[in-house]
């Protein structure tokens, strides 16, 4: 009896454990469950907070895609669309030189220091098609403001610009290069006396990626930039110029140019100069006709250059006629150069087939060593002043702390048998130029 009682309240105990421990196992689960479900609500009102704050950040950005964007290197702000744009820029060029002139028992000895060049410019386009720029020269002559280039052009159809304003004339390799990118300090005589440069008119360019060909009508006299002096007369003609590259790689170019010009009488004298390649030295040879004696003159400049990885050369030769008028006979000037350049350092110039020119040396630390011979043939009985022949020999060094900063030292002899019965000149210049432009 004793046993049973014993096993009974045994088993009465351990099922009143049971039963005990299963409803506290169910509340265990329940309040897990509930924490749960407690941290699950809270997880979802963070995200959605989150979302809240991801949403209005987007709404407060979405205005920057609208903003222009910024070119630092070019100092050029453009709009998202690329339809408008506007760049500031310029360069400037200090240079100096020591120079010596024997002429028969004369000696003539100097040394000057000048800006050469302090020019600014705004340029860009606006809707896309339409371009623009204006570019002043602080000139340190005399000092004055000089306009260089005024502009407008539409280029809305492909490959072909139109361009009213005032702008570089189509003619010649090296005067349509930038005196930011040419070798030596000085363009060769030819350009600065037989080949017109920036002139008021309206010209039309059509290019491919090898070729182009660009003309137009201009206008050349003092009264283009609204001189008020009725006496300053114009004269005016059709300047046109045609190129091709068979080659034009960025390390190797072949290069084949003819560029012509025509102009009437203007009643007004009709100047060529010579400088010997420095802007700070007297001028060598200065001749003219007289505004009586020419009715009109055109000038042909073949043009040929070859780029063949560091070594590059380029030739141009001008020939200019001048028609005479009122019994007057007619003259006959010329001018010519060729040129070659090394890097020392293995890089290339860089030609552009598409504008048929020179363009920016993209290195640092570059050297190049370059030499040029120029001939000059101002002896026509026609011409009054100091008329004459010319030869010079040029020596260059150009050392390119990057590519927007450059030194240069240009030696320079020249040899001048004048017509007049004066004695002959020979003359020797050193000159330095430092340069950089934005």
Do not use: C
Request: aromatic fraction near 12%; hydrophobic fraction near 35%; charged fraction near 20%.
């Amino acid at each position: 009896m004793f046993r049973k009682a014993l096993l009974g309240g045994v088993a009465f105990a351990a099922l009143s454990l049971t039963t005990t421990g299963s409803a506290f196992a169910q509340y265990d689960v329940n309040s897990r469950i509930d924490a749960l479900e407690h941290e699950l609500r809270e997880l979802k009102s963070q995200v959605g907070a989150r979302d809240a704050k991801i949403e209005a950040l987007e709404q407060k950005t979405t205005a920057l895609d609208d903003l222009p964007q910024f070119d630092g290197k070019k100092l050029q702000v453009t709009s998202q669309d690329g339809q408008y744009s506007i760049r500031v820029g310029g360069r400037i060029m200090l240079d100096g030189a020591l120079y010596e002139y024997d002429q028969g028992p004369n000696s003539i000895s100097d040394h000057g220091i000048e800006f050469r060049r302090a020019r600014f410019f705004i340029s860009g386009k606006v809707a896309g098609d339409w371009k623009y720029k204006l570019q002043i020269d602080f000139d340190g002559d005399n000092p004055s403001v000089d306009y260089k280039d005024i502009y407008i052009a539409y280029a809305g159809f492909d490959g072909l610009e139109i361009k009213a304003g005032h702008f570089k004339a189509p003619h010649g390799l090296e005067t349509l290069t930038s005196s930011k990118y040419i070798t030596f300090m000085e363009r060769t005589p030819m350009t600065n006396a037989l080949t017109p440069s920036h002139q008021l008119g309206v010209g039309v360019t059509h290019s491919g990626d090898n070729y182009g060909v660009s003309a137009g009508y201009f206008f050349d006299g003092s009264s283009v930039l609204g001189d008020d002096d009725s006496s300053a007369e114009k004269n005016e003609g059709i300047t046109a110029r045609g190129w091709f590259a068979p080659m034009a790689e960025a390390t190797q170019a072949v290069h084949l140019g003819l560029a012509g010009t025509y102009r009437n009488n203007g009643e007004n004298d009709l100047e060529f100069g010579l400088q010997p390649n420095n802007h700070n030295a007297p001028d060598l040879l200065d001749s003219f006709v007289d505004a009586a004696d020419w009715e009109d003159y055109t000038t042909f400049t073949p043009e040929v250059a070859v780029v063949f990885g560091p070594f590059s050369a380029q030739a141009e030769y001008s020939f200019t006629e001048v028609s005479g008028k009122g019994g007057a006979a007619d003259v006959d000037v010329e001018a010519g150069y060729i040129m070659a350049s090394y890097f020392l350092t293995g890089e290339s110039r860089a030609y552009s087939g598409s504008s048929g020119k020179f363009g920016r040396v993209k290195t640092h630390d570059g050297m190049e060593i370059a030499a040029r011979y120029d001939y000059t043939d101002f002896s026509d009985n026609g011409l009054a002043g100091d008329a004459g022949e010319a030869n010079q020999y040029t020596l260059g060094f150009n050392y390119y702390f990057n590519p927007y900063v450059r030194g240069m030292i240009n030696y320079v002899y020249s040899e001048v048998d004048y017509t007049a019965a004066v004695d002959d000149l020979d003359g020797s210049l050193l000159g330095t130029r430092i340069q950089v432009d934005f």
